[in-house]
């Protein structure tokens, strides 16, 4: 290779590389369009508790379109999704027609038999102790939401 094959080679690696460097670093950071939901986990959600996360569960009915259609309208909102993303939020799903017969007392009992279909938020105070916040699939909204969350971040802190 002689050397202006050389220079060539080198300025050309070298505007690649450049050019790599620059679209890597400029490159907008993904965010997601709606929430990303974990299924729903018993052990999960007291872990989050106990990291200190405010939790959100999202219990909608696949049998009943209009859980489907206010999680929707909510999980998609743009200043929900600044919260969830700037916050330590922790976001879960369940969809009860997925649940078995025989353990949706459980599942009451463990929710203190709030409202079913809808949003349940939980936190931990500092003494330890859970509390629970619900929201009627019919009265979600992004607002209602965001208030919900700052009242369980003040609590918790």
Same mark, same amino acid.
């Given at each position: $290779?002689?050397? !202006?094959? #050389?220079?060539?080679?080198?300025?050309?690696?070298?505007?690649? /590389?450049?050019?790599?460097?620059? /679209?890597?670093?400029?490159?907008?950071?993904?965010?997601?369009?709606? *929430?990303?939901w974990n299924p729903?986990?018993?052990?999960? *959600?007291?872990?989050?508790? +106990?990291?200190? #996360?405010?939790?959100l569960v999202s219990? $909608?009915?696949?049998?009943?379109?209009?859980?489907?259609?206010?999680?929707? =309208?909510?999980?998609?909102?743009?200043?929900?999704? %600044? /919260?969830? =993303?700037?916050?330590?939020?922790?976001?879960?799903?369940? +969809?009860?027609?997925? !649940?078995?017969?025989?353990?949706?007392?459980?599942? =009451?009992?463990?929710?203190?038999?709030?409202?079913?279909?809808?949003?349940?938020?939980?936190?931990?105070?500092?003494?330890? %102790?859970?509390?629970? =916040?619900?929201?009627?699939?019919?009265?979600?909204?992004?607002?209602?939401?965001?208030?919900?969350?700052?009242? &369980?971040?003040? &609590?918790?802190?």
């Amino acid at each position: $290779m002689s050397s !202006i094959q #050389k220079k060539k080679f080198a300025t050309v690696a070298g505007v690649s /590389l450049f050019a790599i460097v620059f /679209l890597v670093w400029f490159q907008p950071i993904y965010h997601p369009k709606f *929430i990303d939901w974990n299924p729903f986990s018993i052990s999960e *959600i007291h872990e989050d508790l +106990d990291d200190g #996360k405010v939790i959100l569960v999202s219990v $909608m009915a696949s049998w009943g379109i209009s859980t489907v259609i206010h999680e929707a =309208r909510y999980s998609t909102d743009p200043a929900i999704l %600044k /919260l969830v =993303r700037k916050k330590s939020i922790a976001c879960y799903q369940v +969809d009860l027609a997925e !649940i078995p017969v025989d353990q949706i007392p459980y599942w =009451r009992t463990y929710f203190n038999d709030e409202p079913i279909l809808g949003l349940l938020l939980l936190s931990k105070k500092s003494r330890h %102790k859970v509390v629970l =916040r619900s929201i009627p699939d019919y009265e979600v909204t992004a607002e209602r939401v965001i208030t919900e969350i700052e009242k &369980l971040q003040v &609590l918790k802190d």
